[in-house]
């Protein structure tokens, strides 16, 4: 009987890319997936974890100590495998303190493997299985990963069968003093464009209406593999097809591919953005109007404390450009509140910028102290009540915003993509993350359907 594998995904889409591709090297082995309610039945148990904030860390460690819980006390499950995978097994495996490491803080866990094992879990199984009770916990974990996946790289989509991610790179060469992901996953590295667009040919070939293109830094694709004098990227270096691959040459290539569907742009830096990369995306008529830039702040004194590269005016002036080059465009960014050092002066300046430039999609974290990274050491901790305040205020400014942008929509046509029965997602809206159009029931699942707006409820659209 094949071995069954039952997988927890936990996180973001990137994440979640991990977990089909060892769904589908599993399979590619002979083994079988177990449905979520049947992982009870499941030889084997992976939960796929999270760890780039607080939050994600304690909901990862809980599922595992449910899991570990559920094996004591279900005699179904008694004899169940645990693999720990992902960003928390990374993040924790390759510290240098003995007591920190996740093998001595979690025995009952059968396995960790990290960010370079997602393709060699098939095998990490067998050893799973074949390991004896009172074993020591098998620790794949390399300190640095490498591992980018390839065009032909197996992996079972869990997506919905009209959308897909598809991760253009891995890695991140940002220092940002609040972010732990570049010691998670390690340097930026890209995928070649022709790897790209044959994954991408052959996803719209089976159905998919929406490319969504992410990796940590998605404007950093191809800089690092720019060589040669005067061509070698630094960390602020534009969008340049001219020194190499780009995401402009490769929106420009996957735009060429024949059929309909939407190409949706998610973390893109404001550091690397270019006049060449605006230009592309107002010429492509394929390319949604919709562009995720997390801006973080807006204060001189907050960026620079951040290490975000950019300052107040050079943000100001992008945006500015952005909107004037691409007509219809929405953006979608984040801001923390509550970083160490933030004054009420740096906050209100935050408030006046959200106020001027009305962003179609914003979303507001306070700032959450993270072991391992810079800002974790800084003076001028803020008390959470006056995060918990800045919150509310940036959120119900967020609100009343969302408010005027939603009022604007009503009386206009757009084209929407049918999500499931009644439900659809404009242009503006990425999967899982902004708001939905409400649609009369046949419109048909995974199509486009033109929609006029009548109406807006909350974050979302009601169409006729």
């Not at 079972?156 to 972010?179: D, Q």
């Not at 995401?247 to 569907?261: D, Q, R, V, W, Y």
Request: glycine share 6%; hydrophobic share 35%.
């Amino acid at each position: 009987m094949p071995t069954q594998v039952g997988l927890i995904s936990l996180g973001c889409a990137k994440n979640l890319i991990d977990s089909e591709i060892m769904i589908g090297h599993l399979q590619q082995e002979g083994m079988t997936m177990t449905k979520e309610e049947d992982r009870d039945l499941a030889d084997v148990l992976i939960v796929n974890t999270c760890s780039f904030i607080d939050v994600a860390k304690e909901e990862s460690i809980e599922t595992i100590i449910q899991a570990v819980n559920a094996r004591h006390e279900d005699p179904a499950r008694e004899k169940q495998k645990i693999i720990v995978a992902g960003c928390l097994s990374q993040r924790f495996n390759v510290s240098k303190n003995e007591d920190d490491r996740l093998p001595g803080l979690l025995p009952e866990v059968d396995a960790f493997i990290g960010l370079d094992q997602v393709n060699q879990v098939a095998p990490i199984i067998r050893k799973v299985i074949n390991r004896a009770s009172g074993e020591e916990s098998i620790d794949t974990v390399t300190a640095k990963p490498q591992y980018i996946p390839d065009h032909d790289t197996p992996r079972h989509r869990l997506t919905p069968s009209h959308m897909a991610y598809v991760k253009i790179a891995e890695g991140c060469n940002h220092t940002c003093s609040f972010c732990i992901i570049p010691k998670i996953r390690g340097q930026h590295r890209s995928r070649t464009q022709e790897s790209i667009v044959r994954e991408a040919k052959a996803l719209i070939a089976s159905g998919v209406k929406e490319l969504n293109l992410i990796s940590q830094d998605t404007t950093y694709f191809g800089m690092d593999k720019w060589e040669g004098r005067g061509k070698r990227a630094k960390p602020t270096s534009g969008v340049d097809s001219e020194r190499g691959e780009s995401l402009a040459s490769l929106l420009k290539e996957l735009n060429s591919i024949e059929g309909e569907f939407w190409i949706r742009l998610l973390y893109t830096h404001p550091a690397h953005w270019s006049d060449e990369l605006i230009k592309t995306i107002a010429e492509c008529d394929k390319v949604a109007k919709y562009v995720d830039i997390p801006l973080q702040h807006i204060s001189d004194h907050m960026l620079s404390v951040m290490r975000r590269k950019t300052d107040g005016d050079y943000i100001r002036n992008l945006l500015r450009r952005m909107k004037a080059g691409i007509p219809n465009l929405a953006i979608r960014t984040t801001f923390i509140v509550g970083f160490p050092g933030e004054t009420e002066d740096d906050f209100e300046e935050l408030l006046e910028f959200i106020r001027e430039f009305r962003f179609e999609r914003a979303g507001i974290f306070t700032y959450s102290k993270e072991e391992g990274t810079h800002a974790n050491k800084l003076d001028g901790h803020i008390h959470h009540m006056t995060k918990q305040s800045r919150m509310r205020r940036a959120t119900s400014l967020i609100d009343e915003v969302a408010k005027q942008v939603n009022e604007e929509q009503v009386g206009r046509k757009m084209r929407v993509l049918v999500e499931e029965g009644g439900i659809a997602r404009g242009e503006w809206d990425a999967p899982d993350i902004d708001g939905r159009v409400f649609v009369p029931d046949e419109a048909k699942i995974g199509d486009f359907y033109d929609a006029e707006i009548t109406d807006w409820r909350g974050y979302d659209l009601v169409s006729k």
